[in-house]
């Protein structure tokens, strides 16, 4: 018996993603989240603009939500690997 084995068509991506990328994300995150505060508080000091301020605010609310929708995906992935039987 002759055994061959199977290459795939595509080349091999690295194994597993950096543990420093989720740090990243994260911290771009809190800085988008900063910004958007930061634009507020120059509004509120009479140095920034309403626009500003409120394009901010919609900036880190996308942002915010798309990272809740992407940890609610993780967590059903895991649920699902966990509820596996084996």
Same mark, same amino acid.
């Given at each position: ?13 690295? &194994? $597993? ?12 995150? &809190? ?16 140095? $920034? ?27 059903? &992935? ?9």
């Amino acid at each position: 018996m002759r055994v061959e084995p199977l290459l795939p068509d595509v080349a091999p991506v690295p &194994a $597993g993603g950096s543990s420093d990328d989720f740090g990243r994300a994260l911290d771009a995150l &809190a800085g988008t989240l900063e910004g958007a505060s930061a634009a507020e508080d120059r509004f509120a000091a009479g140095t $920034g603009t309403l626009q500003e301020a409120a394009y901010e605010r919609a900036r880190a609310d996308v942002a915010l939500s798309v990272a809740a929708a992407a940890a609610q995906r993780l967590v059903q &992935a895991v649920q699902s690997v966990l509820n596996m039987q084996v």
